[in-house]
Nanobody, 122 residues
Framework: QVQLVESGGGLVQAGGSLRLSCEAS????????MAWFRQAPGKDREIVAT????????YYADSVKGRFTISRDNAKNTVYLQMNSLKPEDTAVYYC???????????????WGQGTQVTVSS
């Protein structure tokens, strides 16, 4: 059984930073792509960033490009999302997800974490 456990969310002022972590267990972490999605109240879940199996390929949504960085440590079975210059519109529940192939569509991902709340105050 695959498990993904996110941590690192919280309340931060606009312009601040947070680092999210997602630790995976239950299968060979390095064989799977990882992604971060987010969902704000009343909105659809949207891609934030995704990273390939060895970290050599990354994709970012335009809304976070230049501010967020996705990375992974395969030795620790963990994927990270460093979020800098946070804005109130970044407020959402952030989820990590895993799939064999890298992609930006939420329905393609077969395992999800429980989510961690990020709130950015103005």
């Amino acid at each position: 059984q695959v498990q993904l456990v996110e941590s690192g969310g919280g309340l931060v002022q606009a312009g601040g930073s947070l680092r999210l972590s997602c630790e995976a267990s239950g299968r060979t972490f390095s064989s799977y792509a990882m992604a971060w999605f987010r969902q704000a109240p009343g909105k659809d879940r949207e891609i934030v960033a995704t990273i390939g199996r060895n970290g050599g390929y990354t994709y970012y949504a335009d809304s976070v490009k230049g501010r967020f960085t996705i990375s992974r440590d395969n030795a620790k079975n963990t994927v990270y999302l460093q979020m800098n210059s946070l804005k109130p519109e970044d407020t959402a529940v952030y989820y990590c997800a895993t799939d064999r192939l890298i992609g930006t569509i939420a329905t393609r991902y077969d395992y999800w974490g429980q989510g961690t709340q990020v709130t950015v105050s103005s």
